[in-house]
């Protein structure tokens, strides 16, 4: 069999079984527009996904105000909202910045990984062309996870955390969850993987086996950390295990 009429027949049966449907010129169309009035801003698309998949829109879209960087625009159907990452493309460096700073000063010895807990940076908070860092840093799904080489006793873990957690609101910066782990041994601490930026859902690889932490910290997952830290004298807890 050819070359040519493999890749014709692979067409015809991806395009028989949806994979290659969707991405209609209109709703591509409105779909971006629609980003550019909600942000201000001016996209251009310069890639679309060959194998969409049926859904409305799911393009990569140059944006004049990012300097040229890229967003990704998606939207499933009518009934659902599109969603785009300009927001996380805008502030990221900013925001890892400030995290590093506030973790370098609050727990020098420690290893940072900071992720996004979204798919494909779409968050789950209301952003609009008013959205300011500050705002950014308040409202988001980001993830905070400081490594340690070193074993430490369940006390030194909880005020080293509470030190922590009042650096990162001092400084404005809000997290889904702020984590603190011992691991049993500084190999185990080395293996941990790390990132220069910062991560979505499907790129964060788990920070390490349960076997390979000795002790961790952690706000309890139904607070993000200001509302754990503003709730925690009416007996919410400390996650200490």
């Given at each position: 069999?050819?070359?040519?009429?493999?890749v014709?027949?692979?067409?015809?049966?991806?395009?028989?079984?949806?994979?290659?449907?969707?991405?209609?010129?209109?709703?591509?169309e409105?779909?971006?527009?629609s980003?550019?009035?909600?942000?201000?801003?001016?996209?251009?698309?310069?890639?679309?996904?060959?194998?969409?998949?049926?859904?409305?829109?799911?393009?990569?879209?140059?944006?004049?105000?990012?300097?040229?960087?890229?967003?990704?625009v998606?939207?499933?159907?009518?009934?659902?909202?599109?969603?785009?990452?300009?927001?996380?493309?805008?502030?990221?460096e900013?925001?890892?910045?400030?995290?590093?700073?506030?973790?370098?000063?609050?727990?020098?010895?420690?290893?940072?990984?900071?992720?996004?807990?979204?798919?494909?940076?779409?968050?789950?908070?209301?952003?609009?062309?008013?959205?300011?860092?500050?705002?950014?840093?308040?409202?988001?799904d980001?993830?905070?996870?400081l490594?340690?080489?070193?074993?430490?006793?369940?006390?030194?873990?909880t005020?080293?955390?509470?030190?922590?957690?009042?650096?990162?609101?001092?400084?404005?910066?809000?997290?889904?969850?702020?984590?603190?782990?011992?691991?049993?041994?500084?190999?185990?601490?080395?293996?941990?993987?790390?990132?220069?930026s910062?991560?979505?859902?499907?790129?964060?690889?788990?920070?390490?086996?349960d076997?390979?932490?000795?002790?961790?910290?952690?706000?309890?997952?139904?607070?993000?950390l200001?509302?754990?830290?503003?709730?925690?004298?009416?007996?919410?807890?400390?996650?200490?295990?």
């Amino acid at each position: 069999m050819s070359l040519l009429l493999s890749v014709v027949i692979l067409c015809l049966t991806l395009g028989s079984c949806g994979f290659v449907a969707g991405n209609d010129p209109d709703k591509v169309e409105a779909a971006v527009r629609s980003m550019e009035e909600l942000y201000g801003i001016h996209l251009t698309v310069v890639k679309k996904n060959p194998l969409p998949g049926g859904v409305n829109c799911d393009v990569t879209a140059k944006c004049d105000e990012l300097n040229g960087k890229t967003v990704h625009v998606f939207q499933f159907d009518d009934n659902n909202n599109v969603q785009c990452d300009y927001i996380f493309v805008k502030y990221e460096e900013e925001v890892l910045a400030r995290i590093r700073n506030v973790a370098s000063r609050a727990l020098p010895e420690a290893k940072l990984v900071v992720n996004d807990s979204c798919y494909n940076h779409f968050a789950n908070h209301l952003y609009d062309r008013n959205t300011t860092l500050a705002d950014y840093l308040l409202h988001n799904d980001f993830e905070i996870h400081l490594i340690l080489s070193e074993i430490h006793d369940e006390e030194w873990m909880t005020d080293t955390y509470f030190k922590v957690a009042n650096a990162c609101l001092d400084d404005g910066i809000n997290c889904q969850l702020l984590a603190i782990y011992c691991m049993k041994t500084p190999e185990a601490a080395a293996a941990v993987k790390t990132y220069s930026s910062i991560p979505e859902e499907m790129e964060f690889r788990f920070i390490a086996e349960d076997k390979d932490i000795a002790l961790r910290a952690e706000n309890p997952i139904y607070y993000d950390l200001q509302q754990f830290m503003e709730n925690k004298e009416e007996g919410t807890r400390l996650l200490v295990r």
